[in-house]
């Protein structure tokens, strides 16, 4: 892995929760969460359609595999619709890279590289604009989701990504109360990115190599779990989660 571009510590400090200049090739940590600190995902399909969204958004589109299915004669009307809508979606697979996510009941944390000058803020608005659609038809309601427009700071350092990474992958077992058990039901039943870097699950939207390649494989006790379950991240990462554990 290369080195992380640098940016000026007083530009970092100037706008630390709602940076809306971004630089190619930097990482940025990305949260937000219910407006009142209301519950953003209230049962397991608002999870799972969050998360088809990102997956949409973030695979690549095969455009021409897409149009050579589309001029099949035998393809029935509910499929034809399908291929139709995911031809007009965005697409920002050439512009982002997701490396780590959280989702909490009343917010969510992304890790994102960013591949252009204005990817994240195009597939933020446009990420919103779509899941506070679907919840607000679900639920009745109308107005905004989130308590206000999503916040981004820029990682400064290499040191500042592998535990803002940490930071994310811990978010339920900090965020929970009670016993130990309860704690640690939590921090593998909440939606994360985390089991794709123990090696329990690949997901092909999901890219933890910038992370992984400063830990052991082999050794356990240089691992990126050991680091993430028996780590402090909190003064290396005050900079870049301001809201500590929503």
Request: charged share 25%; glycine share 2%; aromatic share 14%.
């Amino acid at each position: 892995m290369t080195m992380l571009n640098v940016l000026g510590h007083s530009k970092i400090m100037a706008a630390k929760n709602s940076l809306k200049t971004y630089s190619p090739n930097c990482y940025y940590h990305i949260y937000n969460r219910g407006v009142e600190k209301r519950l953003i995902f209230q049962d397991e399909q608002d999870y799972a359609v969050f998360l088809s969204y990102l997956r949409t958004y973030l695979l690549p589109k095969d455009e021409h595999k897409l149009q050579q299915t589309l001029s099949n004669p035998d393809l029935n009307y509910k499929e034809r619709e399908r291929i139709l809508k995911e031809l007009r979606l965005n697409n920002f697979s050439d512009e982002i890279t997701l490396l780590a996510y959280c989702l909490m009941p009343n917010h969510f944390h992304f890790l994102i590289k960013q591949k252009s000058s204005d990817g994240i803020d195009k597939f933020m608005n446009s990420f919103g604009v779509r899941y506070t659609m679907f919840f607000n038809r679900k639920y009745n309601r109308v107005g905004s989701l989130y308590q206000d427009v999503y916040k981004a700071v820029a990682v400064e350092s290499e040191e500042q990504l592998l535990y803002l990474s940490s930071y994310i992958h811990r978010n339920p077992f900090n965020s929970k109360a009670g016993s130990k058990e309860d704690v640690l039901r939590a921090w593998f039943t909440q939606p994360s990115s985390y089991p794709d870097y123990l090696g329990q699950r690949v997901t092909d939207w999901i890219h933890p190599d910038d992370i992984l390649v400063f830990f052991s494989k082999t050794n356990p006790q240089l691992s990126y779990q050991t680091f993430v379950e028996q780590t402090d991240d909190t003064p290396i990462i005050k900079e870049v989660a301001l809201d500590l554990y929503l």
